[in-house]
């Protein structure tokens, strides 16, 4: 089953072409996001703005790409798969309106995606494999399982026994991982988004550091006995640092490191601590804040060292970032189409009403 999937809930404008919600055939992405380094953050009216002049042309670059067609290759397109929510309703409307028109121009299905869960799809996507006849499915995740969505709107952790069986056990009760990442970055006057530039600052630090230990901020609610994460307080540790400190423009790097740690720390202890409760067998991380190095490797050394007999999934950084492939493959594995007329987008769904 090939299909097109459409993403446009926040900055990024989306679309890609996935064949049986494993094989990638083409992801193509298109960001606003210079615009927003000028502005240090998103806005949304821009946002959407950017899209509605983006979603046609990268549309046809995914069907172009990945079908190999001009005709935008719908004969070859079974169904198409749309984020509705959550996200920003100019973004989303239009990536809901086009994904609309399409379906009723081309008499195809329409499948709305949740874009929270469809984070946690990017980790059944492989670009580089064919998908053998009856092939195994060793290599894919194995439920029950817990997965981490960890982006700029939301810290979600989730227990799934089977596909569509989802059960959040824990979530942040103020800012998200990511929201940390942009606004601490914000603090120190570096670029949005703020994670990847911290990271970067930070990796520059870790290659020099000479002291052991990372503990200038707090790690919020990591003995807590929940799985809740709480992040706020993180970042007022930052802005109170940043201005009592003279010169903090020469501790940048230090000063990063010490804000990667902090949040890497508290997602790594209390998702492994979640683990050991449920005994799941796979563990699953997913959205943008997977993409940095740091929780990466934190996470392979936490399930190596505590011998936990997880196995342990992280997509690859490009998929763990906003995507369209993620959506077609969640569409795939969670096939409800609806009709058109029905479909609409709804910037406050969350992981478990979708
Ligand atoms: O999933 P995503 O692309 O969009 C949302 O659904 O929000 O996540 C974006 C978030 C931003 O907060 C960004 O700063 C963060 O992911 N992010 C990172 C890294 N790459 C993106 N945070 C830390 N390290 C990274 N390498
Ligand atoms: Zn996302």
Known sequence: MIILGIETSCDETGASVVK???RVLSNVVASSQEMHIKTGGIIPEQAARQQIKSILPVINQAIADGLRSTDYGKTKIDAIAVTVGPGLIGSLLVGVETA?????LWKKPIIPVNHLVAHIYA????EKI???AGGSTSRWPKFPLIALVVSGGHTDMVYMKGRGEIKLIGTTRDDAAGE???KCARILGLPYPGGPAIAQKATEYLKLKTK???QMFPRPMIESDDFDFSFSGLKTAVLRTAQKTKNIQHRIPEVAAEIQEAIVDVLVEKTLRAVRRYKPKSLLLGGGVSAN?????KFELGIMNYELGVKLFIPQPKLCTDNAAVIASCAFFNNKPAPWQKVSANPEVTITNS
């Not at 980790?123 to 492989?126: G, I, K, T, Y």
């Not at 190095?293 to 490797?297: A, I, P, S, T």
């Open 180 to 182: 940390c990442f942009d």
């Open 130 to 132: 064919t998908l053998r």
């Open 212 to 214: 052991n230990k990372l």
């Open 293 to 297: 190095d740091r929780l990466r490797e």
């Open 100 to 104: 609309k028109t399409l379906s009723y």
């Open 20 to 22: 049986d919600g494993k």
């Open 123 to 126: 980790n059944w996507l492989d």
